[in-house]
Nanobody
Framework: QLQLVESGGGLVQPGGSLRLSCAAS????????IAWFRQAPGKEREGVSC????????FYVDSVKGRFTISRDDARNTVYLQMNSLKPEDTAVYYC????????????????WGQGTQVTVSS
């Protein structure tokens, strides 16, 4: 059974860093495009970043460019989102997602989702 499990969320002060992890089971990342989404209280879910192994494409929304980095460790079947220079507006539940045959990567159309991990940026 395909499963995604996020971890690494928490409380951090503005300007701080967190690294989120998304561990996959039941499949390998090789054939999948991966993405991170977030949903803040009272707001719609928004895509943050994605990466396709098939064509190497990577995308970041403007609000996180230069601060967030998506990466993968195929040996551990894990995807990461390194978040630096965090701002209060980054506070949200963060989800990882996966789908096949999305390339170049995009921030919609994902099939599999994790349960989410809370990120709170506050002093």
């Amino acid at each position: 059974q395909l499963q995604l499990v996020e971890s690494g969320g928490g409380l951090v002060q503005p300007g701080g860093s967190l690294r989120l992890s998304c561990a996959a089971s039941g499949f390998t990342w090789d054939d999948y495009t991966i993405a991170w989404f977030r949903q803040a209280p009272g707001k719609e879910r928004e895509g943050v970043s994605c990466h396709s192994r098939r064509d190497g494409s990577t995308f970041y929304v403007d609000s996180v460019k230069g601060r967030f980095t998506i990466s993968r460790d195929d040996a551990r079947n894990t995807v990461y989102l390194q978040m630096n220079s965090l701002k209060p507006e980054d506070t949200a539940v963060y989800y990882c997602a996966a789908a096949r045959n999305i390339y170049p990567c995009r921030l919609y159309g994902y099939t599999y989702w994790g349960q989410g991990t809370q990120v709170t940026v506050s002093s």
